[in-house]
Structures are given as structure tokens and as C-alpha cells.
């Protein structure tokens, strides 16, 4: 999905089990500021993120993005 001509996009990633960011809090994480966490998706239910939310295996997570935190997003959620 698209915001802004183009400018930001929501990306979508579930995490594996050996993801980097598995048990760590997005306070951890240390995201971008190009990137904001939206939305988790954990069985079924979606959670609104806090910076103290811990992410697991399986998560689907919603990142707000621009094109320049694209790369960062991947280190952080897929390694």
C-alpha cells in the first residue's frame, strides 16, 4: 500500500524464528524514525505497539515506511 504518491508504503513482515528482532522490545529495535510500527498481528489479534512490546516468532508486523528505511527495516526484522 502507498501514502503519498508513493513516498511511504506499509510494509509487511512475519517474523521467523531467526529473526534479530524475536524477543526484543521495539525500544530495543531502535527503528529509523523513517519507520513507524503500526499494527501486530499475534494470533489472530491485532495489538497496537507500544515501545515496550516485545515481538515473537510469528508476529506479523506493520512498519510505515520511506523508500530510504527500507533497507534499515529488513536488518532490523528479517537480519
Known sequence: MDFKGGKAELAEVTLAEASP?????LKELKFPRSATVVAI???????VPESDTILRAGDEVMVLITEDA???IQKILIG
Open 70 to 72: 527500507e533497507a534499515a
Open 21 to 25: 528482532a524475536c524477543d526484543k522490545t
Open 41 to 47: 498481528v499475534r494470533d489472530q489479534v491485532v495489538l
